[in-house]
């Protein structure tokens, strides 16, 4: 695959063509428009890969994909590992408790390592916040940040984003309502970093104690942000509807005064979904926790695009995989 240098800045502008040329994915923040529409783009061709009575070809034969998780997942592991297979890639699994980790290796020491036994592309998970960005600067291995700490999260924004354009077209002007624990969510930040970018609406609600205050004090900065604790304006005339789990994990005091206020303030259920446009798609990331900040009657009803998301997570990442391996080549045959 070709080498690009760990030095490289090379930031695409709206005017260049669409090719990729960046090393590592680390936030959405770091994409423009052109990005975002080559990865889609490239979505629809891998969608189409998958549609194929055989869903696989031998683009990536010859790069080893490598994931390093050190903490759990279902969704993003288990779809990168497809996606890697997918494209003929060779596929190399690590956690943290089956790898060195448990014997005090370094996280520098383990990227070194899987950079030195031959993986082109690493795809991290890490509870500390910056974990990707730590790591990509001591490999020449592409690092595709699957998630670090409450800072981003940006394949899952990326498959978000494609299911909303799926469904309802153009993100422009469109209203997503995002409505929990936005202050712990990494999942949220890179979401709102990337409807930003592609013009869209953004509400976020919550109890003041779940939503970050960067969005309430940088009002003028971000005039497309509006930060609400009733669920009820919120939802009026929303497109989108996306809901968080509360993340316990990350919660270092408890600071919702009980589950059931929450509940009854904040759960979309039956009547509070009935506030948004009757178009409205409902989304969560994953793991839903039913019953507490989703009904199972809304997260499995017509509304509910969930499945859909997941779904989706296996061809994003078949793109993104694609586009870091070969850069400039043609689109499978
Ligand atoms: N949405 C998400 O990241 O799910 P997993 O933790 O299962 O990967």
């Known amino acids: 695959m070709p080498t690009q240098s760990k030095s490289d800045k090379s930031e695409p502008t709206k005017s260049e063509p669409a090719i990729w040329l960046r090393k590592d994915l680390l936030d959405t923040a770091d994409l423009n428009l052109a990005d975002f529409n080559l990865i889609f783009e490239t979505t629809d061709a891998m969608i189409e890969v998958r549609e194929r009575p055989i869903a696989r070809t031998t683009t990536l034969r010859g790069t080893t994909l490598a994931t390093l998780f050190y903490e ?8 990168f590992e497809i996606a890697g297979k997918a494209l003929g890639a060779d596929v190399v699994n690590l956690s943290a408790s089956q790898s060195s980790v448990g014997k005090g290796e370094s996280l520098i020491d383990t990227v070194r390592t899987l950079e030195a036994i031959g993986a082109d592309i690493l795809v991290l998970r890490h509870p500390l916040s910056g974990a990707s960005t730590l790591a990509s600067k001591y490999t020449n291995a592409s690092v595709i940040n699957a998630g670090d700490g409450m800072h981003a999260h940006p394949t ?10 799926q469904h309802l077209g153009e993100l422009s002007g469109r209203k997503i309502v995002i409505v929990g624990d936005i202050l712990h969510s990494r999942v949220a930040r890179s979401n709102i970093w990337a409807l930003l970018t ?23 900065d971000l005039q497309n942000v509006t930060v609400t604790t009733n669920l009820k304006t919120a939802l009026s005339n929303a497109d989108v509807v996306m809901t968080l789990r509360l993340q316990k994990e990350r919660q270092r005091n408890s600071i919702i005064p009980s589950l059931s206020e929450y509940i009854r303030n904040y759960q979309i259920n039956n009547d509070t979904i009935a506030l948004a446009k009757s178009t409205a798609i409902v989304m969560h990331p994953g793991p839903v926790n039913a019953g507490f900040e989703i009904s199972q009657e809304v997260a499995e009803g017509k509304q509910s695009v969930i499945s859909a998301q997941v779904t989706n997570g296996v061809a994003i990442r078949m793109a993104l995989l694609y586009l870091f391996a070969t850069r400039t080549t043609d689109f499978p045959a």
Do not use: E, V, W
């Open 72 to 79: 759990n997942s279902t969704r993003t592991r288990a779809s």
């Open 198 to 220: 592609l013009g869209a609406q953004i509400t976020l609600c919550g109890p003041a104690t779940l939503l970050p205050k960067y969005f309430t004090q940088h009002k003028s």
């Open 156 to 165: 899952q924004a990326l498959l978000d984003l494609f299911t909303i354009k």
